[in-house]
């Protein structure tokens, strides 16, 4: 390892920046972002590691890897992997995911926006709905592809706008704090064009699919409400923000409860089908 890029964008590595990295190694190290995942969002890796096309033998780099669900599924197919993740809290749920996959990778706290890896050093660099909470979305794909040797894949799959985790983004949102200067919106990453324009022309053969997770674990909107209030780190920080103000609370009660029973009415079977955008792409 080495020191990460020191030029991938204007304010990264600063003491605001410091500051804002630590509130959101806060945020995703509060609640129960390990039981998120493995109850809700597992199977989003396999289909990442799929897309990608991960090799016995590849070195692969899972970036804001959080538990393991892509970086466990590469070493499963016999890829050496180092998953990384700005919150190492998350890590011990991590190993233990492996150990009951019967895999050994090696685990790495680690900036998404400044990597400690030398330019590319690996053959493949994914992540599950990870690097798509980095603020400055232009420095962590630039640190994505940096790490990547000529001729090796990326792959990201992230939540989109119109989903409905990007929905929940959008109810939030008003109860939530302005975002810093310079920071960019989630959800964009599952913006087929924006993630285009981030990737540019350093890479070739950009493949583009959109799936769904199906989740058939909430019966109503509030119960789905009342699990992210208690498990999911960006609900949970936005609840810390209002939770002096009871009228707020109760509206940003409603308008998720109401969100989720919406899907579950439109999907009209019980589920919640949460979208995803799924872009590959060799790099140049």
């Known amino acids: 390892m080495t020191e990460s890029n020191p030029t991938v964008a204007a304010g990264v590595g600063s003491d605001a920046d410091r500051e804002l990295k630590a509130k959101h190694r806060g945020m995703w190290a509060s609640g129960d972002y390990p039981a998120v995942a493995a109850e809700l969002v597992w199977p989003l890796g396999a289909s990442l590691v799929d897309a990608v096309g991960v090799s016995?033998?590849?070195?692969?780099?899972?970036?804001?890897?959080?538990?393991?669900?892509?970086?466990?599924?590469?070493?499963?197919?016999g890829a050496d992997?180092?998953?990384?993740?700005?919150?190492?809290?998350?890590?011990?749920?991590?190993?233990r995911n492996a150990a009951d996959a019967g895999v050994e990778l090696e685990w790495v706290e680690a900036d998404a926006e400044q990597l400690p890896f030398d330019d590319g050093s690996f053959d493949t660099a994914i992540s599950a709905i990870g690097i798509m909470f980095a603020p400055h979305h232009e420095a962590s794909a630039g640190e994505l592809l940096r790490v990547v040797r000529p001729g090796g894949r990326v792959g990201v799959a992230s939540w989109t706008p119109d989903g409905f985790i990007g929905r929940m983004f959008r109810a939030m949102k008003p109860f939530a704090p302005p975002l810093p200067a310079g920071a960019q919106p989630a959800p964009l990453w599952g913006d087929e064009a924006h993630v285009r324009a981030l990737l540019g022309d350093a890479v070739d053969g950009v493949e583009v699919q959109r799936g769904a997770v199906t989740i058939g674990r909430f019966a109503t909107g509030a119960e789905f409400r009342d699990y992210f209030k208690a498990n999911y780190g960006p609900t949970i920080a936005v609840y810390r923000r209002i939770a002096e103000d009871?009228?707020?609370?109760?509206?940003?009660?409603d308008a998720l409860a109401a969100l989720g029973d919406t899907q579950l009415k439109t999907a009209g079977d019980g589920t919640m089908p949460w979208e995803y955008l799924l872009v590959t792409a060799t790099r140049r």
């Not at 016995?56 to 197919?77: C, K, M, N």
């Not at 009871?246 to 009660?253: G, N, P």
């Open 56 to 77: 016995p033998g590849d070195r692969v780099l899972d970036i804001a890897a959080g538990t393991g669900s892509a970086a466990i599924r590469a070493a499963e197919r």
């Open 81 to 95: 992997v180092v998953a990384s993740d700005l919150a190492p809290e998350l890590f011990e749920a991590g190993r």
């Open 246 to 253: 009871a009228d707020a609370v109760r509206a940003l009660d």
